[in-house]
């Protein structure tokens, strides 16, 4: 009887997690198309729909406990960051010439635009983003993002895209640091 009563339990919440993943893989589809035309119409949103459809590409991942395969390719951070700073309403200083990344797009995306949302949400004051090369390096400033999961995503995200984040607070203003190899 046990037993019986077992298997009946487990047969229930097999059908409420398919149903889970059914209404997944539906939000999914919904999310796509429109993230779809959204890229054909708003070019200068062009950052934060990387960034959406890689969250997107997570999500339908994480039913299999997993996150999104990387993609790794060829990024013209200059298009990306102005495209970001565009939709966040932040001045970019960009003095690093043209340069390339080999990254994940999306995860790039993430971290810029976490930490552009944190500091509109969370920080004080004016919010700039600076961007330089040097030694085979590219280095991006954000100055005054704040606290919040953002900042946790973006690290995480820097690093899958093959980067580091370093985080600090002082004299007044806080400082996130993304650095990237530069492609050659």
């Known amino acids: ?17 398919r149903r889970r993943l059914e209404l997944v893989a539906c939000a999914e589809h919904e999310l796509r198309g429109p993230l779809t035309a959204f890229a054909l119409r708003a070019p200068e949103l062009e950052a934060e729909l990387a960034r ?21 390719r060829r990024v013209d951070v200059e298009r ?8 966040w309403g932040v001045r970019l200083e960009w003095r690093a010439g ?16 976490n930490l552009l949302a944190n500091a509109g ?6 919010v700039t983003v600076a961007a330089r090369r040097a030694h085979g390096r590219l280095r991006v400033e954000v100055v005054n993002p704040e606290r919040g999961r ?9 690093r899958d895209s093959g980067g580091r984040l370093a985080l600090d607070r002082g004299s ?9 190899p530069a492609a050659p």
């Open 1 to 17: 009887m046990t037993g019986w009563l077992v298997a009946l339990a487990l047969a229930v919440m097999l059908m409420r997690l």
């Open 80 to 87: 990306l960051l102005r495209s970001s700073a565009a939709a």
């Open 98 to 113: 043209r340069t390339h990344v080999v990254a994940e797009e999306g995860r790039l995306a993430q971290t810029v635009g």
């Open 150 to 158: 953002g900042l946790k995503i973006a690290t995480a995200a820097a």
């Open 52 to 72: 959406a459809r890689t969250a997107l590409d997570d999500l339908t991942a994480a039913r299999t406990g997993r996150r999104a395969a990387k993609h790794v």
């Open 121 to 126: 949400e969370h920080g004080g004051g004016e």
């Open 172 to 180: 007044g203003e806080f400082r996130a640091t993304l650095e990237l």
